[in-house]
Each structure stands twice: as structure tokens, then as C-alpha cells.
């Protein structure tokens, strides 16, 4: 790959997905991209760059985007931010929402929808205290490839055993030949849609929890800084933002605060609190 | 030194399994049969047991059976490990007592992640 392919790679991904290429990444490109080549059956990256520079929108230029940001994820990943969720989160939300009954969720980098099924889970171990309520998660990611295996909710022998506690496989997946399917219930209560971060996400309304991981990484400062703000403004008043263990909001922005006790975990900032329109006396 | 034990009638899985833990600073014993695995047992309860489901005399539902009553035989981890992936297998190795499941064929990184599930802090050597 000569420089100026390199170049304009790195400046085509930053449009279309914020994400944030170094020089160093040379080598992740031309590994992700050549399986690219040979789908659409051109011979080089630089024949990839040629097509990528006349053409419009297309089969090409959606491939492109998602063999880049498409990321590793599997069940329960770190752990502890669902160890949060379970422990502090929920019990939080149930204390604050229990005049309204209703709690929206959001996994905003949902991938092949690992991240918002173990959330499922969590949710449905609490079953007892969440009878009669109605809870929305809601997984967006780039990527349509992704969401539409996330939506088919089938995972290999080697994804339900990365993560997942074989107490909560027999429970919830049911074999399907040499695949597991996620239970109808869990596939029930996540929906997805496709979304780029950069564009305008209004339109899925307010959420109570967000948990955008490990993507935030991709972007440079001032594109951090415009989703973080923007998922704030999403934010109900009381709620909380949980971020991968590798962001932060310090030194970008002051409308997500850190959540002084918990690692990871943001609510919305004083300045940008006192100009929401409303706020629940019951914060958690 | 945390201890482990690898149950298997397959000398390359005992061998594999075996480097694995070892890797993750375990130090293992391996046995290719039930009654070989008991006898270590009783010997020497280990932190974590890898435990092979088909075995030709004592099987691994056995074993974990007698091993749950020999003294201090609720402390291992029981890692069933098989390439038996149906959800009844599973099921039935959870009410015998297995602490968790593994399907064949694993690599190092199931193994730590399954380590991690247990309860084991798993990191792997700079070096590895």
C-alpha cells in the first residue's frame, strides 16, 4: 500500500466513521482490508482505493467501514461493568423508576450483540423486583453486518464460552446443531438499529443507562467530545453513562462527570444538569 | 503453588491441557482414568480439576461423584471438558456438581476465561 492510499484511507474512514487511524495502523488496515479485496475481487488495495475514489455510496464502501470497526467482543466482557450494572446500576434504577415502571437502556457499540444480551440476562435475574415493568434495550452499532447476527441471536461453540457462565448458557440458549440461540424472552427485550455515532441520535429518545465501550478509542478529541456531549443530552437527568475501561470524559468535556466511587461511570455534569428541562427528585 | 489435575484417556489432551495450565501457573498432575484420578485425589485434593466426560471403565460423571464425597472433595474447581456439547450433557455434569464446562476442542484462552469464571486470577506470563 503506497502512502498516499494510506493517506486517503485514513482520511475516508474519518469521515464516514470518526474513527481515528495513526501511522502505526498501517498494518491493521492492509489485514483488515485484503479479505475486502478478494469479496469484491480486486486485486490490490490500491485497486480498493481506485474504486473507493469514484464511487459513491455502495456494497464496496459499507464493507470498508465495517472491516475497520468492527471489534472483538464476547459475554460479560471485563466483567466488571456488568458486576456494576448488576450491583449498583439496576438496584439504583428500581429505587428511582418505581413510580414510572420503565427503564431504557442503551448499548451504544452493540456489536454482534453480546454486550446488550448479557445485560438481558442481568436484567432477567432481577425478574422478581422488575415484575410489570418495561424495560427497553436498545443496541445500536455501525455496522448492519453485526447487528443482523446480533439480531439472529445464534453464537458458536467458541463465543458462548468466552465469557458466558455455563449456568447462564443452560438457562437462557438452546442448541441449535452446532450453534446456541439465544432464548426468545432475551432476544425480546433488545432491539437494534443501525447507527453512527457521528450522526444525530435524538431520535432514540432518552436513555437511563448507557453503556458505550470501547469505541470512543477509535475517535480523535474533538469527535470524543461531540459524542460524549451529544449521548449527555440523551441522558435522563439522573441517569448514568458507563464508558470502556481505556475512555474518559477528563479533559474533553464537562457534561459527563465522573461517578466519584465507580470506575468507568459518568453522570451528567452540574452545568449541563441545570439546563435539562427536568429532573426526577429520585436520582440514582 | 496452586494445584491442578488433568483427567483424560487422551494422551495428547492430557498433554495440551496439561502446558495450558502450567502456562497459568498451575502445577499439574494428570491421570488417564478415574480411578487413577481419585487415587491422586485423595492423596492430594487439587485447586481445579479438568475433567473428561467419555472414559472408558469410570466416566466423568462417576468420578466427579466419588470425588464429591471423598474428604475435602467439594474444595477443586470441576472443569468438565468434553466434545459431548449437548445441552443435557451439560446439564446433567451441572447437577452432578461441575463447576463449569468446557467443549472440545478448547485453546488458552477458554481456559482462562473458564479459570476466570471459577474464581482463579488467570494472567498470562510475560514471556508466554
Redesign the interface.
Known amino acids: 500500500m503506497t502512502e498516499a492510499d494510506f493517506a486517503f484511507l485514513r482520511d475516508y474512514l474519518k469521515k464516514r466513521s470518526g474513527l481515528a487511524l495513526g501511522p502505526e495502523k498501517r498494518y491493521l488496515v492492509e489485514s483488515r482490508l485484503s479479505p475486502v479485496c478478494r469479496r469484491f475481487n480486486l486485486a490490490t488495495l490500491s485497486d480498493l482505493v481506485g474504486t473507493l475514489r469514484l464511487s459513491r455510496e455502495g456494497p464496496l464502501e459499507r464493507a470498508v467501514v465495517e472491516a475497520m470497526t468492527t471489534n472483538e467482543t464476547?459475554f460479560f466482557r471485563d466483567?466488571v461493568p456488568f458486576d456494576l450494572f448488576r450491583d449498583v446500576l439496576l438496584p439504583r434504577a428500581i429505587a428511582a423508576r418505581g413510580a414510572t415502571r420503565r427503564l431504557r437502556i442503551w448499548s451504544a457499540a452493540a456489536s454482534t450483540g453480546q454486550e446488550p444480551y448479557s445485560l438481558a440476562m442481568l436484567v432477567h435475574e432481577a425478574a422478581a423486583q422488575l415484575a410489570g415493568w418495561q424495560i427497553e434495550i436498545v443496541g445500536t452499532d455501525l455496522s448492519t453486518e453485526v447487528l443482523e447476527k446480533a439480531r439472529l441471536g445464534l453464537y458458536s461453540?467458541?463465543e458462548v464460552?468466552?465469557?458466558l457462565?455455563?449456568?447462564l448458557?443452560?438457562k437462557h440458549?438452546?442448541?441449535v446443531g452446532e450453534q446456541w440461540r439465544i432464548s426468545p424472552k432475551l432476544a425480546g427485550m433488545v432491539s437494534y438499529r443501525p447507527l453512527n455515532l457521528l450522526q444525530p441520535f435524538e431520535h432514540l429518545g432518552q436513555f437511563d443507562i448507557v453503556y458505550c465501550r470501547n469505541v470512543l478509542i477509535y475517535f480523535d478529541a474533538p469527535t470524543k467530545a461531540d459524542v460524549l456531549e451529544r449521548i449527555a443530552k440523551a441522558l435522563a437527568p439522573d441517569g448514568a453513562v458507563l464508558l470502556g475501561a481505556a475512555e474518559t470524559v477528563i479533559g474533553l468535556t464537562e457534561a459527563l462527570v465522573p461517578d466519584g466511587q465507580h470506575r468507568g461511570l459518568y453522570r451528567q455534569g452540574a452545568t449541563h444538569r441545570a439546563a435539562a428541562p427536568q429532573r426526577l427528585a429520585a436520582g440514582f | 503453588m496452586r494445584t491442578g489435575l488433568v483427567v483424560d484417556d487422551s494422551a495428547v489432551i492430557r498433554k495440551v491441557a496439561r502446558r495450558i495450565l502450567e502456562t497459568l501457573d498451575f502445577s499439574v498432575r494428570d491421570a488417564e482414568d478415574g480411578q487413577k484420578a481419585l487415587a491422586l485425589c485423595a492423596e492430594e485434593m487439587p485447586a481445579v480439576v479438568l475433567l473428561d466426560w467419555n472414559m472408558p471403565n469410570m466416566d466423568g460423571y462417576d468420578v466427579l461423584r466419588h470425588l464429591r464425597q471423598l474428604p475435602g472433595g467439594d474444595r477443586p474447581k470441576v472443569l468438565f471438558c468434553t466434545t459431548e456439547?449437548?445441552?443435557g450433557a451439560?446439564?446433567r455434569a451441572?447437577r452432578a456438581g461441575?463447576d463449569?464446562?468446557?467443549?472440545k476442542p478448547?485453546d488458552r484462552?477458554?481456559m482462562m476465561?473458564?479459570l476466570?469464571?471459577v474464581g482463579f486470577t488467570v494472567r498470562l506470563p510475560e514471556h508466554a
Do not use: C
Open positions: 464476547f466483567r461453540h467458541f464460552q468466552r465469557g457462565p455455563v449456568q448458557l443452560v440458549f438452546t442448541q | 456439547n449437548d445441552i451439560i446439564a451441572l461441575a463449569e464446562y468446557i467443549m478448547f484462552e477458554i476465561a473458564k476466570d469464571q
